[in-house]
């Protein structure tokens, strides 16, 4: 089955900066791969999604970048703000929504 | 629109009791999924329906473990006898079906299950 891995598993950087958080998967046949942000205590929420057919997305300050012959994605957040704290998930999805498999997450910590 | 709604939001029980979980998905979803989060880890997927047929129930352990959507809309999960590691949020999503074109998943607040 699928097998999603991330890094870093924490993450601190000054407000201002850029964040960024990558995420490798095993199974080629995952075509679509989503980016939920989860606050304490919170529920998870779709920030930004990229499927196969593209290499790039880009949604104001954040932004994905996709690498299907690596198998790797990454979540780029940039001018980062204290509100960005929070766990990031990537995931991976085949194309008929089954084999949906979240990675382990990332807790970022934006310092003021 | 209304969310995914879940109920109850918090349950506590001792090992070996019995505990069902119910969620109500976004009007118009036609898949739901279960995830059990523990702490500190990411939403691992119990069961998947798509309508009310299953379609990924893998990572179920289905000797505790049971899941329905008799009718394709609202669902139970349902845990007996539990034990101290079931202890986690039990989330409920539900999204469009593949194919519809938005595959986001909307999540329900969990029920944060407390197995003592």
């Known amino acids: 089955g699928e097998n999603v891995e991330q890094h870093p598993s924490t993450l601190s950087v000054q407000e201002g900066d850029s964040a960024v958080i990558k995420c490798t998967y095993s199974?080629?046949?995952?075509?679509?791969f989503p980016w939920y942000k989860q606050e304490l205590g919170k529920r998870p929420q779709l920030i930004i999604d990229i499927r196969s057919n593209v290499g790039e997305k880009k949604d104001q300050r954040i932004a994905v970048t996709l690498n299907k012959t690596a198998k790797h994605f990454s979540l780029h957040i940039t001018e980062t703000q204290p509100e960005d704290s929070a766990v990031y998930f990537c995931?991976?999805?085949?194309?008929?929504?089954?084999?949906?498999?979240f990675g382990p997450g990332t807790r970022l910590s934006v310092l003021p | 629109e209304a969310g995914v709604a879940q109920s109850p939001r918090y349950k506590i029980i001792e090992k070996r009791q019995s505990v069902a979980f119910w969620c109500n998905p976004i009007?118009?979803?036609?898949?739901l999924y279960w995830y059990q989060q523990i702490l500190g880890q990411g939403p691992k997927l119990l069961i998947q329906?798509?309508?009310?047929?299953?379609?990924?129930d893998s990572q179920l352990p289905k000797d505790r473990f049971s899941a329905e959507r008799l009718k394709g809309v609202d669902s139970t999960l349902k845990i007996q006898p539990a034990k101290l590691e079931d202890s986690a949020v039990y989330l409920c999503?539900?999204?469009?079906?593949?194919?519809?074109?938005?595959?986001?998943?909307?999540f329900g607040p969990g029920t944060r299950l407390t197995v003592l």
């Open positions: 995931a991976a999805m085949e194309n008929y929504g089954q084999n949906f498999v």
């Open positions: 199974d080629s046949a995952s075509n679509y």
């Open positions: 329906f798509q309508n009310n047929g299953v379609v990924d």
């Open positions: 999503a539900s999204s469009l079906l593949p194919g519809q074109g938005v595959r986001e998943q909307f």
């Open positions: 009007s118009g979803h036609a898949t």
